[in-house]
């Protein structure tokens, strides 16, 4: 019987409240399956940084190095600048691990109103697939005259050719095996940023000149903003660099119901490292301790570390289960429209374990 070994890691606000459901869940079909789970935590979060200011320890990267997964919950505080926690967690263990892909499924589920008129379940189904580890957010650059009338701040995207084509790939390669429209679409804006995404465009074009069974097209980031509002349903796989693909993916989440079901797995394909998984909700800290935060989007994560970990039925017994209590609308969080507690979400998903898709 296969033992995983999980870090875990709740951090900040709602992060502490979630992961705790979605460790009810892992460990509830854990015993109903052919696997183990050996779970290990760490305190790693703003108030690990109010006490030693950073938000892990010199040797983080190393301790995780030994572990399957990570399993994150959110990190973020209101006296924290975002650029301290971003730069002092995520951003180390996506880099160090070479977690390139950054996959982000948004779909309406049965039970889930959309605010666009006239959708259906499942009118809405795609996935963006974000480039992960440079782009936008690889953070080259600097100030010069600090504090000084004249100050300059200069920030620099960083696109290489082979991080645009291995995570282009990633996506023809999904796209095939989803079964759905077998389409990708890429989203750049080099009509004004002439270089590194005109580089995305032509790795992109030649990437599909692999792929003739997959349909392509490309789209502005303006026009695909639009087009996530106004016919997602012509969306199957969306791949998008590290900035535009964050956020598409919050407009994802808004168009198929609510943050609070919006999943996130931050990957190495290769498997080398470990992978980490995470809401993209955030810590919420508007709503942090008032135990109605909502933990599906935890729980729809810890459904896609079990598929990364070869566990995929189990994965889809617990993506199932949030499926039926959706559909049954009688233990909903306040984000969709309910008056259930967190904790009761996660036992109503416990108890559904086993149901059948819907």
Known sequence: MPEYKIAVIRGDGIGIEVVE???????????????????????????????HREMMPKDGIETLRKFDAIFLGAVGHPKVQDHITLNGLLLPIRRAFDQYVCLRPSVLYPGVKSPLAGRKPWDIDLVVIR????????NVGGFQYRD????????????????????????????????????????????????GMVLWDRIFKAVAEKYPDIATDSLLIDRAC?????????????????LFGDILTDIGAVITGSLGLASSANLDPSRR????????????????????????????????????????AAGQVVESAVQKVLYEGKVISPDLGGRAKTTEVGDAIVAALGAPAR
């Open 131 to 138: 480039e992960n580890t440079e782009g936008e957010y690889a």
């Open 226 to 242: 639009m087009d996530f509002i106004r016919r997602p349903e012509q969306f199957d796989v969306v791949v998008a660099s590290n």
């Open 21 to 51: 459901e979605g460790l009810k869940v892992l460990k509830a079909v854990a015993r109903t399956g052919c696997f183990t789970l050996q779970l290990t935590e760490f305190p790693w979060s703003t108030n690990y940084y109010f006490e």
């Open 148 to 195: 000084q009338p004249e100050e300059v701040a200069i920030q620099s995207s960083v696109f290489t050719r082979r991080g645009c084509e291995r995570v282009i790939t990633y996506a023809f390669d999904l796209a095939r095996s989803r079964n759905k429209k077998k389409h990708v679409t890429s989203i750049t804006k080099s009509n004004a940023q002439g270089y």
């Open 273 to 312: 490292y470990p992978s980490m998984f995470e809401p993209t909700h955030g810590s919420a800290p508007d709503i942090a301790g008032k135990g109605i935060a909502n933990p599906m989007a935890q729980i729809l994560t810890a459904a896609l570390m079990l598929r990364q970990l070869g566990q995929e």
